[in-house]
């Protein structure tokens, strides 16, 4: 069973930080973190691609986060990050973390996309 868990949503002040945590927990198998990405939606708006990191560790962003947002994971802790600075008030929005993870190995390895729930983030004037 492959599960997204994420933190480190809350509420923050115009130019503060937050950073977003999302661990990768799976049982009953190996398995290998590969592309990662995050993804947030702001009421009335469609969910939108905020950052991504590849498998070969090329990284890429929205243009309104970047310079502000940085996207990353550690393999030893299966988890992946989302630190955000300078945080605006159109930042504001849930924000879901998403993984491409491949659970198994040799002939029964598969690969599938997994999402975690959203966490909140709310930036204020």
């Not at 480190?8 to 937050?18: D, E, K, P, R, T």
């Not at 990768?24 to 469609?46: C, E, K, L, M, N």
């Not at 988890?79 to 879901?96: F, G, H, I, R, S």
Request: proline share 2%; with cysteine; glycine share 10%.
């Amino acid at each position: 069973q492959v599960q997204l868990v994420p933190s480190g949503g809350g509420l923050v002040q115009a130019g503060g930080s937050l950073r977003l945590s999302c661990l990768v927990s799976v049982s009953g198998t190996v398995f290998h973190i590969d592309d990662v990405a995050w993804y947030r939606q702001a009421p009335g708006h469609q969910r939108e691609l905020v950052a991504e990191l590849t498998l070969r560790g090329v990284t890429n962003y929205i243009d309104s986060v970047k310079g502000r947002f940085t996207i990353s994971k550690d393999y030893a802790k299966n988890t992946m990050y989302l630190q955000m600075n300078d945080l605006k008030p159109e930042d504001t929005a849930v924000y879901y973390c998403n993984a491409r993870i491949t659970t198994g190995w040799g002939r029964t390895a598969a690969s599938d996309n997994y999402w975690g729930q959203g966490t909140q983030v709310t930036v204020s004037l």
